[in-house]
């Protein structure tokens, strides 16, 4: 079992931070990560500060990858820092952009909120991927795959799952390699940020 990479998140009600005030503390990303982003919003965090860097390369940093989409999915506001050499920026590209550098502006620049998602229906799953910057639509109907989509979004371990499942989704990029990390890269859709048609 890989080390998970010790990250602490700082907690603010507003989505001005520091500078609407109402810190709310400090805690380490949890080793579930997918409830601690509901717990957070249900708790009335709408900015959270990663205060180390997150590692794009390392599956020690998978727990810190999981709550930055899930924040994300449910709006909250994310601030942090990435590190690491992945290949390429664009397989993060459904993530809030990281501060730092100019290399880092494409980034920025081709954000959009729910850039990588899917939802659930009775009997499938529907993926829409924008990060490549066309429509990559993905109906997953067989059960097995529906099983190994739950798992994955839940946070499990990739290599906890079905291998013929993750190695069909790591294809498709759904399922991003980076160095030694894999990561299920798409958030589950909690609302639709923008009218349906343009998602």
Do not use: N
Not at 101 to 128: M, S, T
């Amino acid at each position: 079992m890989t080390a998970r990479q010790q990250v602490q998140i700082e907690m603010f009600r507003h989505y001005l931070g520091v500078l609407g005030g109402e810190s709310l503390g400090a805690q380490e990303v949890s080793a579930d990560p997918v409830g601690q982003a509901r717990r957070l919003f249900d708790g009335g965090v709408r900015k959270v500060v990663f205060t180390g860097p997150v590692r794009l390369d390392e599956p020690g940093s998978r727990a810190a990858l999981d709550l930055l989409r899930e924040l994300a999915a449910w709006g909250v506001r994310c601030e942090w820092r990435a590190s690491g050499r992945p290949p390429a920026w664009q397989a993060f590209s459904h993530l809030p952009p990281p501060s730092g550098g100019a290399d880092l502006d494409p980034w920025r620049a081709a954000y959009f909120p729910a850039k990588c998602v899917f939802r659930e229906g009775p009997g499938f799953i529907q993926i829409r991927d924008r990060r490549s910057g066309a429509l990559e639509c993905y109906t997953v109907d067989e059960s097995e795959l529906i099983a190994a989509v739950r798992r994955l979004a839940a946070g499990a371990d990739p290599d906890a799952c079905d291998p013929a499942a993750t190695a069909l989704f790591a294809e498709h990029g759904l399922l991003v390699r980076a160095g030694g990390l894999r990561w299920w890269a798409p958030a589950r859709l909690r609302r639709w940020p923008v009218p349906a048609m343009v998602v």
